[in-house]
């Protein structure tokens, strides 16, 4: 569990942070700018879940908790050194990724078959989930290029890669299954 006492240590009043393992990086590396973006992503995924109700709302929650999951996943590098570690790093699991595909799978059976690309809107819950969408393919970005020059767990790339597609296909749910997404019209304002 952690004990926050005191949110301000001034250790970072010089622009550079601990990861945890205790290494201090730049606060612009590309390691903080990585789980710094599934932060956001978890934050915008807040704004979602005002719009939503029950299972909606839980299956949100969920996906929460396990950003704050990737989020300790990303800020403890040298994954090697995990079995030497005070404690057993968090890492994201491939189950927490095979779930994520199989709500996806759930959703799309009942959505209405696209016929066009969509654009973001439609009701409030599918404009925010929309939003997550976008921060967390920023975020899988991110990792992805961090994953290019340092270890980053494979699971974790694949999770934020399956998470902007599930936040894609709850969004379409969110528009009555399909039915009120609003459609791309390819040229529908050029003179």
């Not at 980053?152 to 934020?160: F, G, R, S």
Request: charged share 25%; net charge negative.
């Amino acid at each position: 569990m952690v004990v926050l006492n005191k949110i301000y240590t001034r250790t970072g009043d010089g622009g550079d942070t601990a990861l945890g393992n205790g290494t201090r990086v730049p606060k612009h590396s590309l390691r903080v700018n990585a789980y710094g973006t599934v932060d956001e992503t978890n934050a915008t995924l807040g704004l979602a879940r005002l719009h939503a109700k029950d299972a909606v709302d839980a299956a949100l929650a969920r996906i929460q908790n396990d950003l704050f999951d990737l989020g300790a996943d990303l800020c403890r590098p040298d994954m090697a050194s995990d079995a030497e570690a005070e404690y057993t790093p968090l890492r994201v699991t491939d189950a927490q990724v095979r779930r994520l595909e199989a709500e996806i799978d759930a959703m799309t059976g009942v959505l209405e078959p696209l016929r066009s690309f969509i654009l973001p809107g439609g009701s409030a819950l599918a404009a925010y989930l929309h939003l997550c969408r976008t921060v967390s393919r920023r975020a899988e970005r991110m990792t992805v290029e961090l994953a290019g020059v340092e270890d980053v767990n494979a699971a974790a790339v694949q999770y934020l890669n399956r998470l902007s597609d599930w936040f894609f296909v709850a969004a379409r749910m969110a528009n009555d299954d399909g039915r009120t997404d609003v459609l791309w019209v390819p040229g529908a304002n050029r003179e």
